[in-house]
């Protein structure tokens, strides 16, 4: 059999088109692939203008034009986060600092009171011994952690590679360096101008010596401030304009399909979107209902620096499952700080959130065009993470969305060509059992009424 060689109204072949979009989809995963590096802006400018969309929508029935439309929303959303980092800023700040004060006792009460407990009622159930342990707490008290003040090693080369321990100091010279050792200074009475005297001496010292290092320190310092700031505005700007632009982009990749096609591929859009609807607008919204519920909760309890556990929920709910699980263990390891009593409610407030997530925001807010089933949610998770770390397990579940909304769309293609499985539900998954008995074979004789 020969290819179809028949012509189009143009005079080409009809295998030109399936080639020529063939040969532009390699060249374009080509270039994305050596562009990686520099997608993010891309990436996250398309995660911004689908999430905006709706809301410039709205101001757009409302005879706004939509470049206007656009700077209003994009006005009141910086504003507003713009607004909550300023009032909660302050406060977040004391927090922090605070735990990070309190986080020294807090390793000290687990190593000498939490952990002994532990280990003793291990102990009495005979799940470990105790030897283990007073064995090491021996063989440390007897042979002590020993420090070599400098180790001498030859080199191949002849050189000797010599590695200063504690007790010397290398001082640098006009010709060198000298090592010597190091002197305790003699206490004596505080002398303010002494002190800033020494220390004026030692920042001088050390900006000379270090002159070079320090100028390296600032320029990478600028130079990450200025690509932050480059990143974030080349990001608004590339949203803006997916934003004013989205039907020229859809009706790009529509006049891709033949004309009897695009009927089905119009079906395909919408089903994209249905399911990433869920996934990303629908999980942003349970994420800032999980933060302000865990925020109630930790504030009715009195849990310590509870705007900070709440922030960490409401950041960690982004990542499904295993952002949820990450959440909860700061929160209850603080609980028990204060007492087994507050660490119970906050686990126990916890479950609760997420049995309303489960049973109530699911369903309402990501509907059932969303629905991916758990395992597949923990493999684009673990795929995404091993592969593209953070941003990949943030892009694992929308690109999972994508690629069931794929398969289901050929899946319904293929079914439909089947005379047989045309009247099959795509959602079954066992055929359904039949309403009447089966007539009896032919070769069976009937059973005759008693």
Not at 92 to 111: Q, V
Request: glycine fraction near 6%; hydrophobic fraction near 50%.
């Amino acid at each position: 059999m020969s290819a179809d060689v028949t012509p189009t109204p143009t005079g080409k072949p009809r295998w030109w088109r399936p080639v020529f979009l063939l040969v532009s989809s390699l060249f374009a995963v080509t270039v994305v692939v050596a562009a990686r590096e520099v997608l993010l802006p891309f990436v996250l400018a398309l995660v911004i203008a689908y999430v905006l969309t709706p809301f410039v929508a709205f101001f757009e029935k409302k005879k706004v034009k939509r470049p206007i439309a656009i700077v209003l929303v994009y006005a009141i959303v910086l504003g507003s986060l713009g607004g909550f980092v300023w009032a909660a800023a302050p406060r977040m700040a004391r927090e922090i600092a605070g735990l990070r004060t309190e986080l020294p006792a807090l390793n000290e009460k687990a190593n000498h009171e939490w952990a002994p407990k532990i280990h003793a009622k291990l102990v009495a159930a005979g799940l470990v011994s105790a030897a283990p342990l007073e064995e090491h707490d021996e063989r440390e008290h007897e042979h002590p952690e020993r420090h070599a003040a400098a180790i001498v090693k030859p080199l191949p080369d002849g050189r000797y590679e010599i590695e200063i321990g504690t007790g010397l100091a290398v001082v640098p010279e006009k010709e060198g360096f000298v090592v010597q050792p190091v002197r305790d200074e003699v206490k004596g009475p505080f002398d303010l101008n002494k002190a800033i005297a020494g220390s004026l001496k030692k920042s001088l010292d050390y900006a000379r010596t270090n002159a070079v290092e320090l100028v390296k320190v600032g320029r990478d310092i600028i130079a990450g401030i200025s690509r932050v700031i480059f990143v974030f505005g080349i990001t608004l700007m590339l949203a803006a304009y997916m934003m004013l632009t989205r039907e020229k982009i859809m009706d790009f990749f529509r006049s891709l399909v033949r004309p009897s096609s695009r009927g089905s591929f119009d079906g395909l859009v919408a089903r994209m979107d249905r399911g990433l609807s869920g996934v990303v607008r629908g999980q942003l919204i349970i994420c800032l209902v999980n933060g302000v519920l865990s925020a109630i909760g930790f504030a009715i309890v009195g849990l310590k620096y509870w705007p900070v556990m709440a922030l960490v929920a409401t950041v960690f709910s982004l990542v499904p499952i295993f952002g949820s699980i990450a959440s909860s263990v700061p929160a209850v390891a603080l609980g028990l700080t204060q007492s087994p009593g507050v660490a119970f409610f906050v686990l126990a407030w916890i479950v609760g959130i997420h049995q309303i997530e489960a049973n109530f925001l699911n369903p309402k807010i990501m509907g059932d065009a969303a629905k991916i089933h758990p395992v597949l949610v923990i493999f684009s998770l673990l795929v995404g993470e091993h592969f593209f770390h953070t941003a990949g397990a943030l892009l694992a579940v929308p690109c999972m969305s994508i690629t069931l909304s794929l398969f289901t769309h050929f899946r319904q293609i293929v079914q439909e060509s089947d005379p047989e499985l045309r009247a099959e539900p795509l959602t079954s998954l066992m055929p359904p059992p039949p309403s009447d008995p089966p007539p009896p074979a032919a070769d069976e004789p009937e059973e005759e009424p008693a």
